[in-house]
């Protein structure tokens, strides 16, 4: 949906306090009931139908009378609520163009009062384009049914506190500014998108560059999750800086290795794409790095130090507090839940205690001695077996020759009822002498057929 700001001009007080009303009855209720929203929005002189059916025309709201009348707010109207905070806190006084789209999100330029250009970036989770936040975001675990709003206010808040956390800790990101609801306000970086650029003078640095960075991430307790050319930004002078944070995940997560993996396999796979850089070149070059390198010279996750410090439990500093860290891990992915299985598994394996040489030799010996009686027992079964199929061949060879003379002797019986019932059939009948006595027309057959009518009509 398109975000026309223009609408924001003639929006009054009432229109806002509707709009607010209707996003707290969202709390409880997924379609909120008009006679509620009406309760809790209390307007002085009423009215409160006629401000519905306005923002409705503006495609603020959505209506759904399926089950009962009620409404609830649409991604156009939540932006519209965190645009009007942002513009009453002073943050910024103008919105600019659209100079990004993802599938999560929206970037949109603004401007402060004293002409500072400032980015702002709108969470849309629930898109048709990435609807599988249970299987690809760390948001859902146990909970069933979930709203997109909640969802995306999650994803800004946690994308916000990862942002201001890096930012103290010298990593090339973004200056957070402000963040509400679903609305993260941050510094605009003066670069292009690395899968934008075709041509760099030194290949081999920003490639150094950017794999320290995951390194170093990893070395703060984090990883990126999602770090490829399409969130790394790179300016004139060759500058990094990274950007889109709300995947983040500790080191401490069960598939934390996996996703570090993956980012290394992004930034090596592109680079030998785009820039033709092999793997050979950068194998002897960090030798004095913290993280060791394997036979392809990635950087192995289970040789990184851990110990520079853990940014995920220094976030409640920024905001996110643990009321929020907790909701988020409510939201994480069901079908990794599955594994668990197999993982107790080997667990269970690892755990049998080891056992002494005796014992290992009584265990032999027994093992032994149960072979033996298996093999006696086997043999008494084949026996067995054997005599037992010998004796149903005769009882079945029995069996043939009795069925044989009882059909004999049936068969008989049937051709004798046969014939006797042909004989009875036949009595009192005349034996036809050919097969074309039915043309002789004119013969003796016709004329006595004729006397014997004569003969019936007259006694009657």
């Not at 010298?170 to 970086?189: E, K, T």
Request: aromatic share 8%; glycine share 6%; net charge negative.
């Amino acid at each position: 949906m398109k975000l026309d700001v223009n609408v924001l001009r003639y929006l009054s007080k009432d229109d806002f306090r509707v709009l607010t009303a209707v996003e707290m009855g969202m709390r409880n209720h997924e379609i909120v009931p008009s006679e509620l929203i009406a309760r809790i929005a209390s307007l002085k002189h009423g009215g409160t139908y006629k401000v519905l059916k306005n923002l409705l025309k503006h495609k603020l709201l959505h209506h759904d009378s399926s089950k009962y009348d009620g409404f609830r707010l649409t991604y156009l109207g939540y932006d519209f609520l965190a645009i009007k905070t942002m513009v009453n806190r002073g943050v910024f006084a103008a919105v600019g163009r659209q100079i990004g789209v993802g599938k999560e999100s929206d970037i949109f330029e603004v401007a402060t009062e004293d002409g500072t250009i400032l980015a702002m970036k709108l969470h849309r989770l629930g898109r048709v384009s990435f609807r599988a936040v249970k299987s690809k975001r760390d948001y859902l675990r146990h909970r069933r049914s979930y709203n997109w709003l909640y969802l995306s206010r999650l994803a800004a808040l946690k994308e916000f506190a990862f942002m201001k956390a890096l930012e103290e800790h010298g990593f090339p990101v973004p200056r957070a500014v402000d963040c509400n609801r679903h609305c993260v306000i941050m510094s605009l970086v003066q670069g292009y998108p690395l899968v934008q650029v075709k041509q760099l003078q030194n290949p081999d640095t920003v490639f150094e560059t950017i794999v320290g960075l995951v390194v170093r991430l990893a070395e703060h307790g984090l990883i990126h999750c999602d770090f490829n050319e399409f969130n790394i930004m790179i300016d004139d002078d060759e500058k990094v800086t990274m950007i889109d944070f709300p995947q983040m995940v500790s080191v401490s997560h069960r598939n934390a290795q996996m996703y570090f993996d993956r980012d290394v396999e992004c930034v090596f796979k592109f680079f030998r794409k785009r820039f033709n850089l092999s793997y050979e070149e950068h194998t002897d070059e960090n030798d004095g790095s913290e993280a060791d390198q394997d036979d392809t010279g990635r950087p192995s996750f289970s040789s990184i130090s851990k110990t520079t410090g853990f940014l995920d439990k220094e976030l409640a500093a920024s905001g996110f507090t643990r009321k929020d860290q907790d909701h988020i891990e409510q939201f994480i992915e069901g079908e990794n839940e599955k594994n668990t299985g197999s993982d107790t598994e080997g667990t269970d394996e690892e755990q049998m205690p080891e056992l002494d040489e005796p014992s290992i030799t009584i265990l032999d010996s027994l093992h032994l001695m149960e072979q033996e009686n298996c093999i006696s027992d086997a043999d008494e079964v084949d026996d067995n077996q054997q005599s037992f199929v010998a004796d149903q061949n005769r009882d079945s060879e029995t069996q043939e020759l009795s069925d044989k003379e009882e059909d004999a002797e049936l068969v008989k019986r049937l051709n004798k009822h046969r014939k006797r019932g042909i004989a009875a059939a036949n009595r009192g009948r005349k034996s036809i002498g050919s097969r074309n006595s039915y043309k002789d027309k004119g013969g003796k057959s016709c004329q006595n057929s004729k006397i014997h009518k004569q003969l019936s009509s007259s006694y009657s």
